[in-house]
Nanobody, 119 residues
Framework: QVQLVESGGGLVQAGGSLRLSCAAS????????MGWYRQTPGKQRELVAV???????NYADSAKGRFTISRDNAKNTVYLQMNSLKREDTGVYYC?????????????WGQGTQVTVSA
């Protein structure tokens, strides 16, 4: 069972930046695609960005050009660099293993990290 711990969220003004981190336990990290997902009140959890085991990336339209997902397999960590933040980026961000084909999340969720973007 892979355990995930997200960090790096906080309160930031619109236009600012944050870098989220997700530390994963378990030796299978390097063979899994990893995704960042966002939960906002009243909405389903949605994919923000995903990176495959081979380093291929995919982004939600809302994240393209502003967010960058990366991974460090030696540290079992995946990152999400978020620039030019907008109020609509506010939400709880979670990481999870992801299907390499459908990007659907796999496994259990961590506690998430809250991102709040103010005007």
């Amino acid at each position: 069972q892979v355990q995930l711990v997200e960090s790096g969220g906080g309160l930031v003004q619109a236009g600012g930046s944050l870098r989220l981190s997700c530390a994963a336990s378990g030796s299978i990290f390097s063979i899994n695609a990893m995704g960042w997902y966002r939960q906002t009140p009243g909405k389903q959890r949605e994919l923000v960005a995903v990176i495959t085991s081979g380093g291929r990336t995919n982004y939600a339209d809302s994240a393209k050009g502003r967010f960058t997902i990366s991974r460090d397999n030696a540290k079992n960590t995946v990152y999400l660099q978020m620039n030019s933040l907008k109020r609509e980026d506010t939400g709880v961000y979670y990481c999870n293993r992801a299907s390499e084909t459908s990007w659907f999340p796999l496994g259990s969720w961590g506690q998430g990290t809250q991102v709040t973007v103010s005007a």
